[in-house]
């Protein structure tokens, strides 16, 4: 089934999932996990194809804290050798958010402060150190102000894209050469990186313009100290992992942990692989995050998490989207669409 019509038939679903269903699910489904995962989240009065209305996570936050069928709890707490306690018949819920940019912290920390409910941020530390762009921010950038009227000759990454790219395609072909770069070994990715500027005729600036910004290690160090914010591990540079060799894919976890553990008191010691769908990491990754001195690992498939899943060399955890609507995130807070798809796991 593709997952368009998936997400209509969880919609629809979940519009007419009433409290009692939502109860009766989590009740079916009592000692499983959930995490969500979040990735841009924008202001009032700002819009990005791939952003998260502040005003949204709000409300699905608010209908967190008063639904007493919800325990949020640090992502972490999945992993602990003996996790704490989570009240009988009670979900566990854990917010995460990948990559490091501004407003997972600025726009999220006092939405998670409003209701008590606390998460995780998976920071790229090259990001944050100043030392680079996320990659497809600069592609995204350069595809937005290349004055080139047609696409670069032999480069195949351009090829079947709409040039030039008007103001309504230019993001959407901006993603498709993206998700190319993302199955390409990374010395490829990387060495189109370079020539990057050059084949659009574009000026990219050495650090990103605000709306592509890191969050910096005083704001991360500031959060860390509210006890409701906590920041783990998402590499140095985010390359898929899996299109890495050895030595390259091992420096990119130890290098970001490393850094993490230098600026922060009490970084998590958990990896959120970069991109993290299946193909993007594999046994090698698991085991050297498990080297590097990290207790478990994220993925990006969706699943309940249950107590005997994750570790240190065990399977990454599944992690949901955060859905944009009240309703799917009940559906799938409460497990009823796990349940519906015939994927619960044992507890
Ligand atoms: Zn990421």
Redesign the pocket.
């Known amino acids: 089934m593709k997952p368009a019509i998936i997400r209509a038939r969880t919609a629809a679903l979940a519009a007419l999932m009433p409290l009692g269903v939502e109860r009766w699910a989590c009740a079916r489904t009592a000692g499983l996990g959930v995490i969500f995962v979040l ?1 841009r989240v924008l202001p009032a009065g700002e819009e990005r194809y791939d952003g998260y209305p502040e005003h949204a996570l709000r409300r699905l936050l608010r209908h967190m804290a008063r639904n007493r069928a919800y325990h949020p709890v640090q992502v972490e707490a999945f992993l602990a050798p003996d996790p704490p306690p989570v009240p009988r018949g009670k979900r566990a819920v854990a917010l995460v958010f ?2 490091g940019y501004r407003d997972q912290v600025d726009v999220v920390a006092p939405i998670l402060a409003e209701f008590g409910v606390p998460a995780t941020v ?1 920071a ?1 530390t090259g990001f944050v150190d100043g030392e680079l762009w ?1 990659w497809w921010d600069r592609v995204e950038y350069a595809m937005r102000h290349t004055s080139r009227r047609s696409a670069p000759a032999g480069e195949r990454v351009f090829d079947g894209l709409a040039w030039p790219p008007d103001a309504g395609a230019r993001d959407q072909e901006a993603k498709r050469v993206v998700e190319r770069l993302k199955l390409v070994p990374d010395a490829r990715r990387l060495a189109f990186m370079a020539a990057l500027e050059g084949m659009l005729e574009v000026n990219i600036p050495p650090t990103p313009p605000p709306e592509y910004a890191p969050t910096s290690w005083d704001e991360m160090r500031k959060q860390e100290a509210t006890g409701l914010m906590r920041f783990g591990v ?1 590499t140095h540079t ?1 390359p898929v992992l899996a299109r890495t060799d050895d030595a390259t894919a091992f420096e990119e976890i130890r290098r970001g942990w490393e850094r993490l553990r230098e600026e922060l008191a009490s970084p998590c010691p958990v990896l ?1 692989f ?3 769908e299946s193909g993007d990491f594999g046994p090698r990754e698991i085991a050297m995050a498990a080297k590097a001195g990290l207790r478990g690992t994220l993925a990006m498939t969706p699943g309940l998490v249950s107590r005997g899943m994750g570790g240190a060399d065990g399977v990454p955890l599944p992690r949901y989207h955060l859905p944009g609507e009240l309703g799917s995130f009940r559906a799938i807070a409460s497990g009823f669409e796990a349940l519906r798809r015939g994927r619960v796991p044992k507890r």
């Open positions: 990735h990948d990559d998976f790229t996320m998402h985010h959120a970069p991109n993290g």
